[in-house]
Structures are given as C-alpha cells and as structure tokens.
C-alpha cells in the first residue's frame, strides 16, 4: 500500500482558496490519487481523484506532480461549510482478487474561519 | 434519493450480546464494505462484498461476520460484543469493484460495556 503524508490541521480565510498537499513519495504507476472528507464524523464524502493529469470537478480541483510523488487539492473559494477532515488516499489494488481497497489515514482537519 | 442507510444510528450493549447492524443501499450497487473509525487509527475495513454471496475480509474482521443476500443489503453481525469494539462504525457501496466513488452511510456509534 502507498502510504499518504498529511498535515494534521490547517486554517484558512472563507472566500479563500484552500490548498490541501499530501505526499505519496512510494504511489505505483497504478495506484489512483483519492480525495475524501468527513464533516463532524458524518459519512466521508467523495471529492475527486486522479492517476497523472489534474483534474476539476465543481467541488475541487486535483493537481498532481508530475513525479506523482505529491499531489495538492484545491479548494477555490472555502465556505465556513467545508470545514471538515480531508483524507487523501491512495487506491490499492488487492492482487489476486478483483477488488480494491481504500486506505483512510488521519487526514488534514481544515478549519475555514469567517 | 440515492443513498446508504445504517439502522441502528446509536447503539449501548453489553459484551457477549449478539448484535446486528444493519445497512441497505437504493443504488443498485454491486460493491459494499464495512469500516470502523476509531480516534488515531482513522477508518479502517472490516470486510467487503463485491456481489451477492461474494464477501472477504478487510484489514480488521476479527470479531466480526457479514453476509450478503440481497444485492441492497449488506448487515454486518458481532456475535460475541467486546469493549475494543466500540467503535463508529460505516457501511459504504459504490457501483461496482473499481470503487470510482464510494458513498458513505451515516455511520453507527456502537458503546459495548
């Protein structure tokens, strides 16, 4: 399994953008780049993933380093709502079955003040 | 609404008493899993089922029996309740066994005495 590096917490102004890094420095050429998050132990909720290019959806945008050894996710404009616990994840691919696994760590608790 | 539903929300029991969580999906999704979060440990799975009748063990089945029926339904079973199971608990499903996106049930705060 690849692991994921989080910070353990970061602020950020509402109406900011928020950047969340991670690094994954062992990720496999075929292991998936997962974001993630969970609001005051809510259900986690997906956000975006990613293999090599960067990708955008209307929640975030995914950048990954071209070395896939890091990747940053953006949050364009924070709301107070997106306060919440971000899990970056690395997809692992269970060998000899055909199903796979996500693996949450500790993730990053973003706190958007007003 | 598309979405996955936990029953009981909220759980007290006492250790040795059997108990069942139970956990149903309107997706029509192929791929269901059980996970446990715990402070310091983050979520971690407990078993997952890739269809009907096709169920293996995660990172942390001990203590722990599931089954798989009906496609919707995916309960997870402890047979024998011990403290270090306290725990909140979610049940997941996504559309098939790539798990592009996972939805989240609502999660079960289970306290064993």
């Known amino acids: 399994d690849a692991k994921t590096t989080q910070p353990p917490s970061m602020d950020c102004a509402e109406g900011r953008a928020a950047n969340l890094p991670c690094n994954h420095s062992t990720i496999s050429g075929n292991e998936y780049v997962y974001w993630y998050r969970q609001i005051h132990s809510q259900g986690p909720q997906y956000i975006i993933h990613?293999?090599?290019n960067n990708e955008t959806n209307e929640m975030a945008s995914l950048i990954i380093t071209e070395d896939r050894k890091s990747s940053t996710l953006i949050l364009p404009h924070a709301t107070l709502r997106d306060t919440a616990v971000y899990y970056c994840?690395?997809?692992?691919?269970?060998?000899?079955?055909?199903?796979?696994?996500?693996?949450f760590g500790e993730g990053t608790q973003l706190t958007v003040n007003p | 609404e598309a979405q996955v539903t936990q029953n009981p929300r909220y759980l007290i029991t006492v250790t040795g008493k059997k108990l069942t969580v139970t956990c149903s999906q309107n997706?029509?999704?192929?791929?269901m899993s059980w996970y446990r979060q715990d402070p310091g440990l983050g979520l971690r799975q407990i078993y997952y089922?890739?269809?009907?009748?096709?169920?293996d063990k995660g990172d942390v089945p001990e203590g722990y029996k599931v089954s798989r029926k009906e496609k919707r339904n995916f309960p997870l079973i402890l047979e024998s309740p011990s403290p270090n199971q306290t725990s909140l608990y979610f049940c997941a499903s996504s559309r098939d066994r790539a798990q592009e996106t996972q939805y989240f049930g609502p999660g079960t705060r289970l306290l064993v005495l």
């Open positions: 089922s890739m269809n009907v009748e096709v169920t």
């Open positions: 994840i690395a997809r692992t691919l269970l060998y000899g079955t055909s199903g796979s696994r996500l693996t």
């Open positions: 997706m029509n999704h192929e791929y």
């Open positions: 990613g293999l090599k």
